[in-house]
């Protein structure tokens, strides 16, 4: 179950970012929650995670920007990060996505990919991402 400490941390996090209740909502459902009092710590981390990709900046002065951690990865089957911007930039960049918000752009990923966070896309799927962007419309 998770602390105080993380729960207080989830809704800086949310608060921070500007979420709604539904788009809140949505990230929970990510890690496979319906509440943040019941996530375990795998379920902490992860939704950390998602909100670090939505631009939270857990500490002040945090010079994180989104999918720089993803820079430098051991595993090569992910793609990287430079990969992981070129796409969100695609797809906030095209005349034709009508929701430009991170979030709509991890459902993108997901239903195009089948992966529930952007960060976990392998790199054999950045051309199937890459080619769906270029043909919405």
Known sequence: ??????????HVAKSQLGLSDDDYRDCLRLVGADSAK???????????????????????????KRWEEYDDRYD??????????MLEGMFMNSPEVRVKTALSFFHFVKRIAGVDYPGWLLKNDVQKVKKAIENIG
């Open 76 to 85: 090569e089957r992910f793609a990287t990060g430079r990969q992981l911007r």
């Open 38 to 64: 019941g996530l375990n710590d795998v379920q902490v981390g992860t939704l950390l995670d998602v909100f670090k990709g939505l631009g939270f900046l857990q500490k002040s002065g945090d010079k994180h």
């Open 1 to 10: 179950m998770a602390t105080h400490k993380q729960l207080s941390l989830i």
